[in-house]
């Protein structure tokens, strides 16, 4: 909904756009600072409309005070200095008092949201009855989800969810206004601005709401701004800030920029709205930096960290010196209105000059503003609910496109555009360029309170980094399914045109919450499921009963089937089966069914699956202490294989064989007194040594097999073996599996390169040389097709193979990881490993991989209707055939991207199905067949097309697709070919969807406004663009790794996460900070969580008292950088920040090691290559850079 | 004058040789008219109590191609202090520790008494023995418990410095490692590849790639714990290697229904013996291999593992239906021959009710001195005793067994030598004392007997070459001296020197005394060595036509019809077996083989051997036949009513049971004494057993011949054989006709 509103909307409501943006911002900022409590009464304050103007000012100002504390603590003045520095552009130094200054104001301003969350409840509700419910739900929705992790950013969701209903209406309305308002409002009291802003939006109302404050600012903001916004900019931050904004930030705004700005305001909210907006929140923190970007980027980021947490506070100042700072450099260019807005004139000049594109990025500032709408839309719950109250029903956003409100939001998103434009010249300031964290934040606000229903049909699910509850009606849950587009073209000339990719990112077994209801399993008896006669489709909610039940027709090939006499049910009067809701397969999106022998392998039941685990005993393994910690570690989690039962003792078999070039088998039946060893040396021609004994379960051989593992690290303690086999070991697994006749999983504990005269002996290829030639594809291919063929045989066997690697050198990955990657399985690699600090997250790692349930032997296939079809596969599996997709083991973390491509037209009125049905063996030795359904809208225009994009979901397909190209393409076409697509995608929308404005301005699609942004960190990622120091098996690592991952595992991986380490108290987390070296404050401490990492990073001036809540030591010198997990200290902050820890590292699917990086220190640059935002040391551009070369990229397509 | 009997007899017990002429014909023309050649029966290791071995080095003739040993028969210069060598005529001086050598002071292989003589010399240090088992695990659970438990058995036996080793195999051939402590260490290797001996040894890590500087090849057996981890003093292990055997299982892997298990046979022997090979080349070991089945897969393999192919019988190898056989024979050859050169043996003991590929295989132990033994399960007396008694010692308490031993025979000019036919290989030794003429295993004057038993005798065969034109001087002798070199049980090197003589004789003049010189007895077994060697190497039908042209002249009724010859009614692997042990055994051993012994128990008199005639089995008797590798006890019809009566039982008819008693004493007698142990069978009349002593008699009454049918003149014999009076009349005729 948003994102089509904020599309159309980009052109018409400028204004409304920057306002939004701000508010949203500072909302976002007020709410991470803020209690809960109090961001939600601000929010419901606004709503109401006396809250606006309370709000606002206690937003704006707090917003500034916030901004001032962050920034204080970070090492505020410096950021701060830069900050203002570049808003100003002259005075730095002074910017930096200014800051401090700020901060107090900030601190000021946390008191303030708190009421705003209690405000803001009660303002939703009674905006809107829908918005309310929304609201209600998200309050306690997002209570809850902030006491687990985020205590802090449901609360932001829930805001943003109003806000965004907000936004929406007021968008239009006074946009303007209110996104200067936003601004300054949204800094102090972010989440309060953000409800503040929602009240707007709901109604035009809201303006009125806040329209003392906010209406006023719209005015004279509209006015300056609209001509700035020139609409793009302010249709995207508009809607959302500035309705939700205004009122606070009107108020606030008003306020600040008011005297500065309302000239400027205007130019501020075009330019700075979108810097600011999207600063707001964080630009607010980063407005100051953005000064300092312009003259330093690195500024800014610390301010960004900071303003997580006190994002609230921060963000208002920020604001309002971003967007002086923003608005300068666009607002200059742009138009009058910028200066006007007072700092931003005086910034923007500096800015605007620095770089044209800057404008334009400038312009894309707009975008961060719309991204804060964005997730609102993002967060269907809350938009729609919004919209409703603004537009009529929640979809009413979409058809609104047509109409003003779209036009308004478009603004928004123009609007900041289109300033950006004339500052074009200018330097872009970091701020108010779409900031991710304003759009996670946002969807957090905005969606995380309400359940996730599948039953309406083309709904974008809430962001993947947003706490949602899904009730399964009748589609897949997005936890299963994400689609990149929920509204498919109807036919292929559109997709063509659009270049939008179609695809699902599919994770067939993902686990779900445990407030969650599992799929449920069904047996249709002896016959197997009911399927098509035709297509073969299984039975599903898609299947249309007539004749009164005795036929139903397939809902993707329309063929029409008899039903079977003992599935025979009657139908009510509207069509459906009376039983259509005891039946899971009726109504549900994903469920099981019971396989029956003819969907098993030999027409034979299976057997329960084996685990089999090869230890590497060279002398590197012995000599790393792995040996030693596996199997110690193997007795007690052995207990823990997966089982379906928990009450049961897991039928899963287990073997062990330790090898190094020669292997050794062990017989552990349970008669034996000790074990036995064998010893196969002929590993030419592998073969199984043993039969009976080999695989046994764990609690009959219990004592065998504990003295076993006793006894291994003793017997080759004196190794000095120090080659290996690799080939032979996979194939040994291979021949144990096919004796026993069942599926299973291999768990390869490796340490070098193989190198022993063996089959798949592989030889050292490592040559940096090779590096950005022609021939670096060759790289990422394997040395031979030896483990090609071997992964043939281990798909068709069900073995699928889990490698551990060990290295101390170049063990090459990239053939090493054939089969693990064919069979479904997984590479871990922990390269230098040592005993001491690496056990940790080893240990965790492998527990998680023994004990995750998954299923083997697994064939998965997706049928669509008709017009579509699946044409392309991305992950851990093997193909052997064009349809089916073939795994020989699949866990709950593996994820399977399809790529779909249209071969007929799709109908608007039906819609697109794709059903995607497993087959597999489960733990427990039961065939399965899982299958998830997915209903999409189908559009015949473009609009629509872009309103229902999911960003995240299209860089994990993007990723996928260019981590394979790499193998076939030199690795430079595969980025420019990405850069082309992106940039296709955007000229696109702005030659289609977006209403006219000047060539000069950058406008992004609401929903994509983060496309660039993340683009980038995929383009400069390790694979794609290597620095001197990754190794060729770390790109081929991360390479095989990403191939299958999920949604939220991409993310994370190409846009970390950075949180600023300051009042960890209460159960909320502290508000994310951008990627950015300039967001860090010397004076903070910074967690940055990568999906692989963990860095605690610590300023150099970090208070004493901070360093001894987390370190127990004051001084800096004395962290030790070598720690892995910090100390377990007696104290609230240090006992919260171990919780966010764990709960970081229970959120994914391979540990984080933690490290402790000191400023300065030489570990230092590892953790710099994660802030995506910044140029990396290996020539990646940073986003400022890279949003100017994208927009210079749509120009040229556009001309 | 003792006679010519008892002058063999004293030969024999001193020497343990037999000629089967004790004067020579003194040219060649006259000697080949003999048909039987000068030839003897040698057993090397002869055993003598009353011979204490010498501790010091033999003294050898110094020239180059004669290093014959100083010997009774040398002249000596007492004065000079130098000898004559009697083969060579080479004068030698007598190295300096003989200098108190006189007429009255004489070294012992000087006095006549010592024409056999054993030297104990040091060469190196001792060599442990070293015992190889090889153990099939595809048995029947009673086979294999059985099995374990003589292995568990055996372990007590050998001395504690033995080196001992284990190898299984079934479908998979493990090498167990036998020096680790908790977890028992095996090596497995897959049973259908085959391996060169230095990959094996690669894959056993028996190569130190590493340390390849000191010693460039594991060539050195005297650190056996650094070399081999899989050979361990039996000491050390024998705790170990008693669990270790408890807990042999059956062979895991599933066998379909109608088919063989997989054994590896072939395998588990090559690896055997590249283990050995690989860690200790030319020392004494002793590959003990225990089978119940026939080998099915890999190298080797002699039937396939489809049950409804029979193994080969005699019909498939005569229509050339074999289809494993001869791949199979080249590829134990090519093993045989490896073993041999290593001095190790190999010895096979196949326990099935069916064949087990003894046919392909039997040349391991025939080339290397090991033995055979075959027997219907493991689980029975016969494999445990027999298994048992290899193990025997002699009255010094030693193993009666030797190891690595060589045979070299120097021989007077006017001798040559063609060959040896015995359980040895040819070293291809060449000296001037070789016959152009082959008989046997020729070309050489050593032969390799990786294995010594006291009864181990070797047939060889001279060539007298002196030409009829030079005649010998009258009185003339000619000798032979035998020099055997071996690794006695108790790990000391000694060398024993046998040097016969006998005198040359001219056969137009002196014809009677050649004639009365002929040993009935050593020349048959000599013969029928040849034949049995014939019959091994050449088609059937062509030994039986040489031997009716060669043999006819002689007495050989029996031998025609055993099967060593006679391959009718006895399975490729039986007669296998049986060659086998007649190609070793001692003269008496052979002549009983040749001509099983009756012995007869009645009431009317004391037992007492009786014709091997079906006429001889008469209802009142209770009759016991030898046949060396059966012991049948018979009871006849009467007997066998009075025993199902219980008359035994009671105290009136004590003497009956008495009659029972004798011959099962008698018999007990020689099974205590027999290597192998022979099958023990109990039947009477009428019984199925029975047939084992019907097959042997001389049918003089069959169902042709039915004017005897029911009288009391013994039992008929269902056969179309001829019975000895109709060879008798045919040989009569042949023999006057051939004379014509």
């Known amino acids: ?182 601004h300054p409002s949204s800094q102090p009291p972010i989440s309060a601005a953000y409800s503040s802003a929602a009240p707007p939006s709901y109604t035009q109302a809201p303006p009125p ?881 990568t999906g692989l990492h963990l860095f605690l990073w610590v300023g150099a001036n970090a208070q004493q008292e901070l360093l001894s809540n987390i370190f127990g030591t004051p001084t800096f010198s004395q962290i030790d950088p070598n720690m892995t997990s910090l100390p377990e200290l007696d104290n609230p902050f240090s006992q919260r920040l171990r919780e966010i820890i764990d709960s970081f590292r229970s959120q994914r699917s391979r540990y984080m090691k933690l490290m402790v990086v000191k400023q300065e220190d030489k570990a230092e640059l590892i953790f710099k290559h994660f802030l995506c935002e910044d140029k990396s040391t290996s020539g990646g551009a940073s986003y400022v850079d890279f949003l100017c070369h994208m927009h210079k990229e749509i120009r040229q397509l556009l001309s | 004058m003792a006679t010519y009997q008892e002058f063999i007899q004293q030969n024999e017990d001193r020497d343990g040789v037999r000629f089967s002429w004790n004067l020579w014909p003194s040219s060649r023309l006259e000697a080949t008219r003999l048909v039987v050649p000068v030839s003897c029966l040698f057993t090397p290791l002869k055993e003598r109590p009353d011979l204490p071995p010498v501790q010091y080095e033999p003294v050898l003739c110094s020239r180059a191609n004669c290093k014959a040993v100083l010997n009774p028969l040398c002249q000596v210069d007492y004065r000079a202090k130098i000898w004559a060598c009697n083969f060579c005529f080479q004068r030698n001086p007598f190295p300096p520790s003989y200098a108190g050598i006189s007429d009255v002071n004489q070294p012992a292989e000087l006095m006549p008494q010592f024409s056999t003589i054993e030297y104990i010399v040091q060469r190196g240090p001792p060599n442990p023995l070293i015992f190889l088992y090889v153990v099939d695990t595809c048995l029947e659970e009673e086979d294999l418990q059985a099995l374990k438990e003589s292995l568990q058995m055996s372990l007590s036996l050998l001395p504690p410095n033995a080196l001992v080793g284990l190898i299984t195999f079934g479908r998979m051939v493990q090498v167990h490692e036998l020096s680790c402590e908790g977890i028992a260490k095996s090596y497995v290797f897959r049973g259908t590849k085959e391996l060169s001996s230095k990959q094996i040894q690669e894959m056993l890590g028996l190569t130190n790639p590493a340390a390849s500087g000191p010693q460039s090849r594991p060539a050195a057996p005297q650190d056996p714990a650094v070399t081999c981890r899989f050979l361990q003093p039996v000491h050390k292990v024998d705790m170990n290697l008693t669990d270790l055997l408890g807990e042999l299982q059956r062979d895991p892997w599933p066998v379909p229904q109608g088919k063989r298990p997989l054994r590896s046979t072939g395998i588990a022997l090559s690896i055997a013996v590249g283990l050995l090979e690989g860690t200790f080349p030319n020392t004494g070991a002793r590959v003990m291999m225990f089978m119940g089945g026939p080998p099915t897969q890999g190298p080797g393999m002699v039937v396939g593992d489809e049950l409804k192919t029979p193994i080969r019988s005699w019909h498939d ?34 326990c099935a009710l069916d064949q087990t590929g003894l046919l392909e295989m039997k040349c391991l132990s025939n080339l290397t001195g090991g033995h055979i033994a075959m027997g219907d399960s493991f689980n029975t007396s016969l494999f445990k005793q027999t298994f048992q008694r290899v193990f025997s010692k002699d009255h010094n308490g030693e193993f009666r067994m030797a190891f690595g031993g060589t045979l070299e025979v120097k021989a007077s000019r006017e001798l040559k030598v063609s060959g040896a036919i015995g359980p040895c290989v040819s070293l291809n030794a060449k000296g001037p004392c070789i016959s152009e003429n082959e008989v046997g295993v020729g070309g050489t004057t050593q032969w390799k007997i990786c294995s010594l038993s006291p009864s181990t005798t070797l047939a060889l065969y001279f060539e007298v070459v002196n030409q009829h034109n030079a005649p010998i001087p009258q009185g003339g002798r000619g000798a032979v001296q035998f020099v055997t070199q071996y690794q006695h049980s108790n790990t000391q090197r000694r060398i024993r020197v046998t040097t016969v003589a006998r005198n040359w004789a001219d056969a137009q003049s002196q014809i009677q005394h050649i004639e009365s010189s002929f040993d009935q007895e050593a020349s048959a077994v000599i013969m029928a060595r040849l034949g049995v060697f014939r019959a091994e190497s050449e088609e059937g039908p062509d030994v039986l036509r040489w031997l009716d042209r060669q043999l006819i002249r002689l007495f050989m009724f029996h031998l025609r019809r055993s099967p060593f010859l006679q391959v009718f009614n006895n399975s490729p692997d039986e007669c296998s077996y049986y060659r086998h042990h007649f190609v070793r055994q001692d003269l008496t051993q052979s002549l009983i083989m040749i001509q099983p012994i009756l012995y007869s128990y009645s009431f009317h008199g004391p037992p007492e051997p009786v014709l091997l005639d079906s006429g001889s089995i008469l209802p009142d008797r209770i009759l016991l036949m030898d046949t060396f590798f059966q012991l049948v006890i018979y009871h006849g019809e009467t007997i066998a009513q009075w025993r199902k009566a219980g008359y035994q039982e009671q105290p009136e008819y004590e003497n009956f049971k008495h009659l029972l008693v004798a011959p099962v004493d008698d018999a007990q007698e020689i099974l205590q004494t027999r290597f192998p142990m022979p099958r023990y069978i109990d039947t009477e009349h009428g019984g199925s057993q029975a047939r084992f002593l019907l097959s042997k008699v001389n049918p003089s009454q069959t169902h042709n011949n039915l004017y005897s049918w029911g009288q009391e003149t013994g039992a008929p014999i269902l056969t179309d054989d001829v019975s000895l009076q109709v060879f008798m009349d045919h040989l009569k005729k042949l023999a006057v006709s051939s004379a014509t």
Request: net charge neutral; glycine share 8%.
């Open chain 1, 1 to 182: 909904m948003n994102v089509n509103q904020q599309t159309p909307m980009a052109s018409p409501y400028g204004p409304p756009q920057p306002g939004y943006g701000q508010p949203s911002y500072a909302p976002l900022g007020g709410g991470y600072p803020g209690p809960y409590g109090p961001y939600n009464g601000p929010a419901a304050a606004y709503q109401p409309g006396a809250p606006p103007q309370g709000y606002s000012p206690y937003a704006s100002f707090p917003s500034k005070a916030v901004a001032a504390n962050p920034v204080s603590d970070l090492s505020s003045p410096l950021d701060l200095g830069p900050a203002r520095g570049p808003l100003t552009s002259a005075p730095r130094p002074v910017s930096t008092p200014q800051a401090y200054s700020q901060y107090p104001q900030g601190d000021s301003q946390n008191g303030p949201p708190p009421m705003d969350h209690s405000m803001a409840q009660p303002a939703h509700r009674s905006p809107v009855s829908q918005p309310y419910s929304h609201g209600a739900m998200n309050l306690s929705g997002p209570h809850p989800s902030y006491s687990q992790q985020y205590g802090a950013p449901p609360p932001m969701q829930q805001v943003t969810n109003q806000m965004s209903g907000m936004q929406i209406g007021s968008g239009p309305p006074t946009s303007v206004g209110p996104g200067y308002a936003h």
């Open chain 1, 209 to 1089: 709401l806040s329209a003392a404050p906010s209406q006023p600012p719209p005015p004279s903001e509209p006015a300056a701004s609209q001509p700035y916004y020139g609409g793009p900019p302010p249709p995207q931050q508009q809607p959302f800030p500035s309705a939700h904004h205004p009122s606070q930030p009107f108020v606030s705004s008003s306020p600040y920029l008011g005297p500065p700005s309302q000239p400027q305001a205007p130019p501020v909210s075009q330019q700075q709205s979108f810097p600011p907006g999207p600063p707001a929140q964080q630009p607010f923190p980063n407005s100051a930096p953005p000064p300092v970007s312009q003259a330093s980027y690195s500024g800014p980021p610390p301010l960004t960290q900071h303003s997580f947490p006190p994002s609230s506070q921060s963000g208002p100042f920020p604001p309002i010196s971003i967007s002086p700072s923003q608005y300068p450099g666009p607002q200059p260019q742009s138009q009058p209105g910028p200066p006007p807005f007072h700092s931003g004139p005086s910034p923007r000049g500096p800015i605007p000059p620095p770089s044209m594109s800057q404008q334009q990025a400038n312009h894309l500032p707009p975008g961060p503003m719309q991204q804060q709408q964005p997730p609102q839309p993002g967060m269907q719950g809350g938009y729609p609910t919004q919209q409703n109250g603004a537009f009529g029903q929640p979809r009413g956003p979409q058809p609104g496109y047509a109409g003003p409100h779209y036009p308004g939001q478009q603004n928004y998103g123009a609007g900041p555009a289109p300033a950006p434009a004339p500052p074009a010249q200018k330097r872009l300031d970091p701020d108010s360029i779409p900031s991710p964290i304003q759009v996670i934040e946002d969807d957090r606000v905005n969606k995380s309170s309400e359940p996730f229903t599948t039953g309406v049909k083309g709904q974008a699910p809430p962001l993947v980094t947003t706490n949602f509850q899904v009730k399964d009606q009748g589609n897949a849950s997005p936890r299963f399914i994400r689609c990149t587009a929920y509204n498919m073209p109807c036919t292929a000339d559109m997709a063509k045109q659009s270049q939008v990719p179609l695809a699902a990112v599919i994770k067939p077994l993902a686990m779900l919450p445990p407030d969650e209801t599992p799929p449920y399993i069904v047996d249709h008896g002896d016959g197997g499921p009911i399927r098509c006669n035709r297509c073969k489709a299984y039975m599903c909610p898609y299947m249309q009963f007539i004749e009164g039940g005795r036929r139903f027709q397939c809902g993707f090939c329309s063929c029409v089937t008899e039903v079977p006499p003992h599935y025979f049910q009657h139908l009510d009067h509207t069509g459906k089966r009376v039983d259509c809701y005891d039946r899971p397969e009726l109504s549900q999106g994903s469920y099981e069914f019971v396989a029956t022998v003819d969907y098993c392998k030999n027409n034979k039941l299976p057997q329960p699956p084996s685990f089999i685990f090869f230890i590497d005993v060279s002398y590197n393994a012995v000599k790393s202490g792995m040996v030693n910690i596996v199997c110690q570690e193997l007795k007690t989690l052995l207990d823990y294989l997966p089982r379906e039962n928990p009450e049961a003792d897991s039928v899963v078999r287990v073997g062990f064989v330790t090898y190094n070039k020669v292997l050794h088998f062990y017989n552990v039946k349970s008669s034996l007194a000790q074990p036995q060893m064998m010893v196969v040396s002929d590993v030419s021609d592998m073969f199984l040594p043993l039969l009976d004994g080999f695989l046994v379960g764990v609690n009959d051989s219990r004592m065998v097999i504990e003295s076993l593992l006793d006894q291994i690290p003793e017997m080759f303690a004196d190794t000095r073996e120090t080659e290996t086999v690799f080939g032979p070991v996979i194939q040994a697994g291979l021949e144990a599996l096919k004796a026993a006749d069942c599926a299973g999983k291999l768990f390869v504990f490796h340490s070098t390169l193989p190198i022993a005269e063996a089959p798949g002996k592989l030889k050292n290829r490592e040559d940096k040389k090779l590096v950005g030639t022609d021939k670096e594809k060759s790289l990422f291919q394997p040395q031979s097709g030896f483990y090609s063929n071997l992964s043939k045989e281990c798909v068709a066997q069900g073995c699928c193979v889990d490698l551990f690697l060990f290295p101390n050198q170049y063990v090459d990955v990239a053939t090493l990881g054939v089969v693990p990657v064919s069979t479904g399985g997984s590479v871990y690699k922990y390269t230098y490993f040592q005993a001491e600090t690496d056990r940790e997250r080893f240990l965790n790692d492998l527990r998680r991989d023994v004990q995750k349930p998954m299923g083997f032997d697994a064939v998965m296939r997706v049928r669509t209707s008709t017009g579509i079809r699946a044409t392309d596969f991305f992950g851990s599996f093997f193909m052997s055939n064009t349809t089916d997709v073939e795994l020989a083991g699949l866990d709950c973390d593996k994820t399977v991207t399809v790529e779909f491509r249209h071969d007929d037209k799709l109908s608007e009125d039906t819609g697109a199905l794709m059903q995607c049905a497993v087959l597999y063996t489960s733990c427990s030795g039961q065939r399965r067949l899982r299958v998830h359904n997915m209903a999409v809208n189908c559009c015949s225009q473009l609009a629509d097309l872009y309103r229902n994009c999911e960003t995240d979901t299209i860089i994990n397909f993007f990723s996928k697709y260019a981590y394979r190209s790499i193998l076939n393409t030199p690795t430079k076409t595969v980025r420019d070919t990405m850069v082309n697509q992106c940039a296709q995608i955007l000229a696109c929308y702005r030659k289609n969807c977006a209403s006219p404005s000047s060539a000069g301005q950058l406008i992004l699609p609401e929903c994509m406004k983060l496309l660039p942004v993340y683009l980038n960190c995929v383009l400069k990622s390790d694979v794609l663009q290597p620095g001197a120091d990754i190794s060729l098996d770390d790109r081929a690592y991360l390479r095989q790794l990403l191939s299958c991952m999920d949604v939220s595992e991409s993310h994370i991986f190409f846009y970390p996460r950075l949180l600023p380490l300051v009042k960890l108290d209460g159960g909320s987390l502290p508000m994310a900070v951008r990627n950015s070296e300039e967001r860090l404050s010397k004076g903070g401490v910074y967690l940055l969580e």
């Open chain 2, 317 to 350: 190898i005569t229509k050339d239906n074999a289809r494993h056989l001869k791949k199979a024979t080249k590829y134990y050859d090519a093993l045989a021959n490896r073993a041999a050169v290593n001095g190790h043996s190999i010895d096979i003991y196949a």
